[in-house]
């Protein structure tokens, strides 16, 4: 099939190289000439397992291609993937559509054939029905322009494999013609078992959001107990294991620490949220807000710690950040719980340098102001304070015993709850965590007495750009 994908952020890029590997013809299109120029190399324009084999693959088969306007767009496909961001609104917690919007505006005048539209954006439900309409306005083909909403469930970091082994596919449609070309642009997924589920536009838009939804409720869900096990003295790691062995709830999305962030779960639940209001079932959604609160809290809890072990003021502690991104295996620092961190330390007064193995040239555009390093080594020679943020597979494999002989104090935050703590431990490391208990060394806050009040501005972003 002749396929084109508009917008090549995390989700079109990724989307645009699989649809090639599954035998489709596809172009690529985004208003950004230098993301298209970098893929038209085969050059992944971001960090993502994978990606650059498949756009090298794509490309060398004749099969991917990258660049033209909407207009060449309508020329080439038969189907058309809308990818583009929907990033929060600033001063709102609605998700911004205009984007979307714009596609249907700049494409449909050039849709002179029967053309399937597919919407993959993350967009507040009710937002497909209105495009739908407003394509067939626009049209030169009025309805046989038709609008299908088909949401994407990848993960970063895992994208190409959750977008060429999904768990389900979810086709928003309104026709038995458009449910069949959706149908044959996945057929080998299909064949292979993946479920397939037909649906209307508003249910599909649901899908997604719900599921994040739902994602960032069992995160907060454990990070509250996470507070609960604090209180208590008790483990929330453990407690999460014992958990998670009940099938219904399961040991995925368990892991209590730092919180989500992100450009999805966070903006996805505000949305949900803001869309539930303008419904007026804004009471059934109420929780999400809490939710929302938790895990911002995660964020401060951590600072409080910082600035506990540092005595009562972060003023010109040593901190070591290790990790930028918001969560491991992706160079995307929006809405990064780590960043957050950093930025309201150095707010406090705090020296900090921030290492990343992946996102650092993102995190030094996101958070100018913070002093970013090449490598752990720079990090944390002569720091006070280290803090893990971001659980890359790199810091798990750090010697604690090398690392105490270049900082200046042996103590450790590990927000993730992921370094192997006993290790740490013997090698003379005070750990501290969040949810687990904080044995080990009792290193002495030496520091200054007075209490440090630095603004929070910073640990909870409200607006990030769209991707
Ligand atoms: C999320 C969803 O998982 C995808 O299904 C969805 O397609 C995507 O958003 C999207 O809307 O495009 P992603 O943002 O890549 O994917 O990240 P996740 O792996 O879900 O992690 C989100 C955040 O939750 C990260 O900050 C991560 O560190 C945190 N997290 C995750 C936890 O704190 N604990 C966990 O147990 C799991």
């Known amino acids: 099939m002749k396929i084109t994908v508009i917008g090549t952020g995390y989700l079109g890029a990724v989307h645009a190289a699989c649809m090639a590997e599954l035998g489709h013809h596809v172009l690529g299109v985004d208003s950004r000439p230098d993301r298209i120029a970098r893929l038209a190399w085969g050059e992944a324009p971001f960090y993502e397992p994978g990606l650059a084999e498949l756009l090298t693959r794509g490309i060398s088969a004749g099969r991917l291609s990258f660049g033209g306007s909407l207009a060449e767009a309508a020329a080439f496909g038969d189907v058309h993937f809308i990818c583009v961001g929907t990033p929060q609104l600033p001063g709102s917690l609605a998700a911004d559509t205009g984007h979307v919007e714009g596609v249907i505006e700049g494409l449909a005048p050039h849709l002179t054939r029967a053309t399937l539209v597919v919407g993959k954006s993350t967009v507040p439900v009710g937002t497909a029905s209105g495009l739908a309409r407003r394509l067939a306005e626009l049209a030169p083909a009025a309805t046989a322009a038709e609008l299908a909403w088909n949401p994407e469930f990848l993960r970063e970091g895992y994208a190409v494999r959750d977008t060429l082994e999904p768990d389900r596919l979810v086709a928003g449609v309104t026709s038995e013609a458009a449910d069949a070309v959706l149908r044959q642009v996945y057929a ?134 290790l990790g930028a991104a918001f969560k491991p295996e992706t160079d995307d620092v929006r809405d990064s719980p780590a960043l957050a961190v950093a930025t309201a330390l150095h707010e406090a007064g705090a020296r900090v340098r921030v290492h990343d193995p992946k996102a650092g040239d993102n995190a030094i555009q996101a958070a100018p102001a913070l002093e970013h390093v090449p490598d752990v080594e720079s990090a944390v020679e002569g720091a006070d304070i280290v803090l893990h943020l971001t659980e890359w597979r790199h810091y798990q494999e750090i010697d604690p015993a090398w690392l105490g002989a270049i900082v200046r104090r042996p103590v450790l935050i590990d927000a993730r709850n992921a370094l192997p703590h006993a290790r740490w431990r013997e090698a003379g490391w005070t750990v501290r965590c969040l949810g687990t208990p904080g044995a080990g060394g009792g290193a002495a806050p030496v520091r200054h007495a007075t209490q440090g009040a630095e603004s929070q501005s910073m640990l909870s972003q409200q607006h990030q750009p769209g991707g």
């Open 188 to 321: 080998p997924l299909i064949e292979a078992g993946t479920p397939y589920i037909r649906t209307d536009l508003g249910t599909a838009e649901l899908a997604k959001v719900s599921a994040n939804a739902f994602l960032a409720t069992k995160i907060s869900f454990i990070n509250a107990m996470a507070d609960v096990c604090d209180a208590a003295g008790a483990d929330v790691v453990t407690l999460a294991e014992v958990l998670g062995y009940d099938a219904r709830i399961g040991h995925k999305g368990m892991a209590a620490g730092l919180g989500f962030g992100g450009g999805c779960l966070p903006k996805d639940l505000r949305a949900l949220l803001a869309r539930s209001e303008e419904l007026g079932v804004g009471d059934s959604l109420r929780f999400l807000h809490e939710v929302d609160v938790v895990n911002t809290r995660r964020r401060e809890a951590v600072v409080e710690l910082a600035r506990e072990l540092a005595g009562g003021s972060l003023a010109s502690v040593s901190v070591a950040a």
